[in-house]
């Protein structure tokens, strides 16, 4: 089975612009979950999606968006970026949402 | 104080030695996950626990759950076994992370 995959691995961005990063789950898997990982905070919790449906927020701003399509695909969108955006951005998936997550790769997040 | 601590914080070994990795956590738990992350940014979850101990390979992880505590056993640690350890909880709602424990085994 392939794993998680998080498209794309490096973006690099300007301070005011939006970014979408993509996440594919592992097949079968319908809960996707979203992490942000920064040297200062470590990692936190953004959100968490089931069957299309966010179940979970973490404390991020409005600016943090996501969704899930039905097949169980999810993006996370990030508007408005600030410099402290910069980060590692995480997805992880599991069979349901009490299941273990198995993560992907990442994609980090450079605002300049 | 944060919801989850781990200690130590960093821990550097010699090739062979017993690791012990320690989680404490203050909120009511459905699961406590652990993670290993190696340099390069890449998270593989070891164990998934409520309750007892699991064993895989060399790493063992046990937790009671009357102390909300958690611990992290590596035997025969090996320099491959250097990296961030990671100790997670699920509360009500979500994933809440340690602060990590960076590992490194000298040759």
């Known amino acids: 089975k392939a794993g998680v995959t998080q498209t794309p691995r490096y973006l690099i961005k300007t301070r005011g612009q939006q970014v979408t990063l993509s996440c594919s789950p592992i097949?079968?898997?319908?809960?996707v979950s979203w992490y942000q990982q920064t040297p200062g905070q470590g990692l936190q919790f953004l959100f968490e999606?089931?069957?299309?449906?966010?179940?979970n927020k973490g404390n991020f701003p409005g600016r943090f968006s996501g969704r899930q399509f039905s097949n169980s695909r999810s993006e996370m969108n990030v508007s408005t970026l600030e410099l402290g955006d910069s980060a590692l951005y995480l997805c992880?998936?599991?069979?349901?949402?009490?299941?273990?997550?198995?993560f992907g790769a990442g994609t980090r997040l450079s605002v300049l | 104080k944060n919801e989850v601590e781990q200690s130590p914080q960093n821990l550097t070994a010699q090739e062979g030695e017993f690791i012990t990795i320690n989680c404490s956590y203050s909120?009511?738990?459905?699961?406590l996950h652990w993670l290993q992350q190696h340099p390069g940014g890449g998270i593989v979850s070891l164990f998934m626990?409520?309750?007892g101990k699991k064993k895989h390979g060399r790493l063992i992880a046990t937790i009671n759950i009357q102390e909300k505590h958690s611990s992290l056993h590596i035997t025969a640690s090996h320099p491959r076994d250097s990296a961030v350890y990671i100790c997670?909880?699920?509360?009500?709602?979500?994933?809440?992370f340690g602060q990590g424990t960076r590992l490194t085994i000298n040759p």
């Open positions: 626990l409520s309750s």
């Open positions: 909120v009511g738990i459905s699961a």
């Open positions: 999606y089931f069957s299309e449906t966010q179940r």
């Open positions: 097949s079968g898997h319908r809960s």
């Open positions: 997670a909880v699920r509360g009500a709602q979500k994933l809440v």
């Open positions: 992880a998936s599991s069979l349901d949402m009490t299941g273990a997550q198995y």
